[in-house]
């Protein structure tokens, strides 16, 4: 099993540029999660999808969209990228959705590190 | 929203030495999980703690969650270079992980 896998691993835009991050699992895992990480301030959810057909919003969804397109992937979009949205983003799984008071560990991806010039 | 703030930022230790981060909620959290990520890795799981009081071991690991359940800590009794890395808190109520303590050890 490869867990979760991400794509591209590194890339870099251009102020302006669209761009949509990839994230599959091969786990059967209900739930997904998008999340970014910045130098000293840990991570933050951007969405999350409790189960195929649902999004919601995380703590710093502004400048992003995402579709659950089927129970395996879960893809990011950013429409028109900023520098400050220069960071890594890190995808993850879980059998089932963490935010109800369930007690289940999160599967990460490898990250994708993108940079916005 | 709920807080989770962690300390320390950064801590450096000779190899041997114990280690501690702790983690620290502004309300009760349901559960608990910490994850280290390694230099350039991404985060893994490491732990959850459900229990108010609970304490639980991993070799040289000890996780402690707080009898109000609103903190938490992690100690290394006798660290080595692969404890190298940094490790994160996640309270379970929203999602929020805490900034991590990064972790350098010096042979």
């Known amino acids: 099993n490869a867990g979760v896998t991400q794509t591209p691993k590194f890339q870099v835009l251009k102020t302006g540029q669209s761009m949509t991050l990839q994230c599959a699992q091969d786990?059967?895992?209900?739930?997904m999660y998008w999340y970014r990480q910045d130098p000293g301030m840990g991570l933050r959810l951007i969405y999350y999808?409790?189960?195929?057909?649902?999004?919601d919003k995380g703590e710093v969804p502004n400048g992003y969209n995402v579709s659950r397109l089927n129970k395996r992937e879960f893809s990011l979009r950013l429409e028109s990228a900023a520098p400050s949205q220069t960071s890594v983003y890190f995808c993850?799984?879980?059998?089932?959705?963490?935010?109800?008071?369930?007690?289940?560990?999160?599967?990460f991806g490898p990250g994708t590190r993108l940079t916005v010039t | 929203g709920q807080q989770v703030m962690q300390i320390p930022q950064y801590q450096h230790v000779q190899e041997g030495e114990d280690f501690t981060t702790y983690c620290n909620s502004s309300?009760?959290?349901?559960?608990i999980q910490w994850y280290k990520q390694r230099p350039g890795g991404h985060p893994v799981f490491l732990i959850q703690?459900?229990?108010?009081?609970e304490v639980k071991k991993q070799k040289r690991l000890t996780f402690q969650f707080g009898e109000a359940k609103k903190n938490s800590s992690l100690h290394i009794t006798a660290t080595q270079t692969t404890d190298v890395g940094t490790y994160f808190c996640?309270?379970?109520?929203?999602?929020?992980f805490g900034a991590g303590t990064r972790l350098t050890v010096k042979p």
């Open positions: 996640a309270g379970d109520n929203d999602m929020r």
């Open positions: 309300t009760t959290l349901s559960n």
């Open positions: 786990m059967n895992h209900n739930s």
């Open positions: 993850a799984s879980s059998s089932n959705l963490r935010l109800a008071g369930g007690l289940y560990e999160q599967y």
């Open positions: 703690l459900v229990k108010s009081g």
């Open positions: 999808s409790a189960s195929e057909g649902t999004t």
